[in-house]
């Protein structure tokens, strides 16, 4: 018997069972990641066991809430703060699923339509969704009331669940080439940054809430984010809940227009990847007429010419670009600025709050050389006296000042209006250039005598075997520091008790920041000898790294 062939075409690529592929590759990315090493699996599960009774906590919570005046509007609130955290995951930690990166993909013959359902179902695969369906859950359960309302509780939790998914997805893919590049990685360095302030809010709006006894200041807030997905979509049954069935229709289509145009945008995202280049393949481009004239021009102009200003112009550079250093500088502006701001706020702070500015910030120029790591050596080859060593302190000690002085005086005028005394501002501000003064001598003296390494990778800022010179520099320069700070703080206190102090207390400001000035220079002074001595044993120690 002779067979004739097939006149069916051919299947096209990316539209036959794609979606049970993504889902098995899923899989086995997770099988063949937890098989790499014991650690890894106690990871892995210990995740899975904390995430999971915070899931059933969180569930046993919010079925609790059923019957509360208030319950809609925890539960929207909780689902705007989950599809924020969804947004914002992607970007500090990309390494964290390796099937978020779709420029994996790209040279497989896969259509972008087909692939992105199949990445959205293998998406719902992991601890993120399994929490964020509990969530949802107990969401549906706090606020519905009436079989219609449970009805619109099962869509709703269905469009949350992909919202979230898609969102994240979208973020993801739009960055994915920032995301997957040194820089982009580097990116991860700030998530501590962001979980350190996003945690002081929400102490703060815990601490408002409860002095305002109940729940009722949520309210206002939560009008506004149900009409915002995925909150929306828990909007619409607690609409369904009072009757509101238009209300809840137009919640539901404008989350379902959501998940829609996340789509689309994740589809055209997956269309360019997969068909333009990516641009770190390409020659770089001849500089821009307008990055010549910057580099001959700009702010570099006004600062004074020969070593200093090379030295505060690279130290601002290191501020901007290198991600460590950029780190920790967004973490010191950021403490600085909300321990005397939400403490103000709160009722409960103190003007000489505002003093924290000044020292979180001052903690930048302990371990100076120790910031350059191995490229310590490049300024090491250009000391070779205390009249080149004084010259480098003194550009990063002004480079320090650059940004210190007028945001010490932007978080004090803040503190000071916020708790209605503004008469104080003189004294605080002169106690803060004090307080920086001395830290900036401390620091340097601390910087030659005691450098450490810093890893460039990771969350560490000690490498191995040098805790122990960390903590000496920066703790017991601190305690000079405020040693060194005594006659100003003594100053303060002697007006504050005595009577017509206050008359006086003004001088306090020129006083502060004379006496800073002269513990600055007299500190750069001391160091810079010792700095010019100890040069082979300052390169070794910062480029253990």
């Known amino acids: 018997m002779t067979t004739t062939p097939s006149t069916a075409a051919p299947a096209e690529p990316g539209t036959v069972a794609l979606t049970p592929v993504v889902v098995r590759l899923k899989l086995s990315l997770l099988r063949n990641g937890l098989r790499q090493s014991a650690g890894r699996r106690a990871v892995y599960v210990t995740s899975l066991v904390v995430v999971s009774l915070f899931a059933v906590l969180q569930l046993i919570g919010l079925t609790a809430l059923r019957g509360h005046a208030h319950a809609d509007s925890v539960a929207v609130l909780l689902l705007a703060v989950l599809g924020l955290g969804w947004a914002v995951m992607p970007l500090f930690f990309p390494g964290g699923d390796e099937t978020l990166d779709p420029t994996r993909l790209v040279m497989l013959p896969l259509r972008p339509r087909p692939l992105v359902r199949a990445l959205l179902m293998a998406s719902l695969v992991g601890i993120g969704p399994l929490f964020t369906l509990c969530l949802l859950a107990g969401s549906v359960v706090s606020v519905a009331h009436g079989a219609a309302a449970y009805v619109v509780g099962v869509v709703a939790v269905v469009l949350g669940l992909l919202v979230c998914v898609a969102l994240a997805r979208a973020v993801a893919a739009a960055n994915i080439r920032l995301l997957t590049s040194r820089k982009g990685r580097d990116l991860a360095v700030l998530s501590g940054l962001v979980i350190a302030v996003g945690a002081q809010f929400v102490n703060f709006g815990a601490q408002r809430l409860g002095s305002a006894g109940g729940l009722e200041p949520l309210d206002p807030v939560a009008a506004v984010l ?47 990847l997969m068909t333009a280049p990516d641009a770190s393949t390409l020659d770089a481009a001849e500089p821009s007429a307008r990055e010549k004239a910057g580099r001959a021009g700009g702010p570099a102009r006004w600062l004074p010419a020969g070593r200093t200003g090379t030295v505060v112009e690279r130290g601002l550079r290191y501020v901007w670009r290198d991600p460590k250093t950029k780190s920790a500088w967004a973490t010191s502006l950021a403490i600085g600025l909300i321990v005397p701001v ?134 017991g320069g601190m305690v000079a520091a405020a040693l060194l700070s005594a006659p100003v ?57």
């Open 226 to 272: 149900r009409w915002v997905p995925p909150a929306a979509a828990i909007g619409a049954v607690d609409s369904v809940s009072d009757g509101a069935y238009g209300v809840a229709a137009a919640q539901l289509l404008l989350s379902a227009a959501v998940l829609a145009g996340l789509l689309a945008l994740w589809t055209r995202t997956l269309t360019r």
């Open 342 to 475: 939400f403490n103000a706020l709160q009722g409960t702070g103190s003007v000489y709050f505002a003093c924290f500015a000044s020292g979180m910030l001052g903690i930048q120029m302990y371990n100076q050389f120790g910031q350059d790591t191995s490229a310590f050596w490049t300024v090491a080859m250009t000391i070779s006296s205390p009249r080149d060593a004084l010259a480098e302190l003194r550009g990063r000690a002004l480079a320090l000042l650059l940004i210190t002085v007028p945001y010490t005086t932007l978080v004090t005028a803040l503190t000071t209006a916020l708790l209605g005394a503004r008469a104080k501002l003189p004294e605080v501000l002169g106690l803060s250039f004090a307080l920086l003064g001395a830290m900036l001598a401390t620091g340097a003296w601390a910087s030659a005598r005691f450098p450490y390494s810093i890893p460039q990778e990771g969350y560490k800022n000690v490498v191995p075997g040098q805790v122990g010179v960390a903590w000496v520099s920066i703790f």
């Open 489 to 545: 703080v003594a100053a303060t206190i002697w007006l504050n008790v005595s009577d017509g102090g206050d008359d006086w207390a003004w001088l306090l400001l020129p006083a502060g920041a004379a006496y800073g000035a002269g513990l600055t220079v007299l500190g750069l002074r001391l160091a810079a000898p010792r700095t010019a001595a100890r040069l082979p044993e300052i390169l070794m120690a910062v480029s253990k790294g």
